[in-house]
């Protein structure tokens, strides 16, 4: 099921890179931008996230903090972070639990082949944990701008 800006943010509770549990309230009274990859150090994904790295600074000064999920276990999620010196939250959510809260989680196609897997997708969160925008099947070098064009009005 789909999330619509006005929907409740699903809570998360998971694991980051480093073994810390990151939830949810830890953002609270700060808008969250969090977006979904289907596999760590992937083309598509690597861009994603290396475009969310090249922006903290920018998304810093608008009050935004950052969190990434996918399916990867946190010693996968660490090598991507340890490998393009990402330096924010990278959340493993080994079990899709999150990502099915979130409708992140679907059948996708791919060289004729259908399975399930996540469909990438962004969100921002405001500080009362309100869905204020949200982009499924967003391409990976569009996350960033997405949420910085809503973020400006």
């Given amino acids: 099921m789909a999330l619509a800006p006005g929907d409740a943010a699903p809570p998360f509770s998971l ?5 810390e549990t990151v939830n949810l309230q830890d953002f609270r ?3 969250l931008l969090v977006y979904f990859y289907p596999k760590a150090d992937t083309p598509g994904c690597t861009t994603q ?16 903090d950052v969190v990434g ?39 996708k196609t791919n060289y004729g082949k259908t399975y399930m897997g996540i469909i990438r997708s962004s ?5 009362d944990g ?8 967003v391409p990976p070098a569009q996350t960033v701008p997405k949420a910085t064009d809503a973020l400006a009005g």
Avoid: M, N
């Fill in 130 to 137: 309100t869905i204020t925008h949200a982009w499924y099947k």
């Fill in 69 to 107: 999920i996918s399916p990867d276990d946190p010693r996968d999620q660490l090598a991507f972070d340890r490998k393009f010196s990402l330096g924010f939250p990278l959340l493993a959510d080994t079990d899709h639990a999150v990502a099915d809260a979130w409708g992140t989680w679907g059948e």
């Fill in 29 to 31: 009274r700060r808008t």
């Fill in 15 to 19: 694991t980051d890179q480093h073994g």
């Fill in 123 to 127: 969100f921002l969160v405001d500080g």
């Fill in 49 to 64: 996230s290396c475009d969310v790295r090249d922006h903290l600074q920018e998304l810093g000064e608008l009050g935004v």
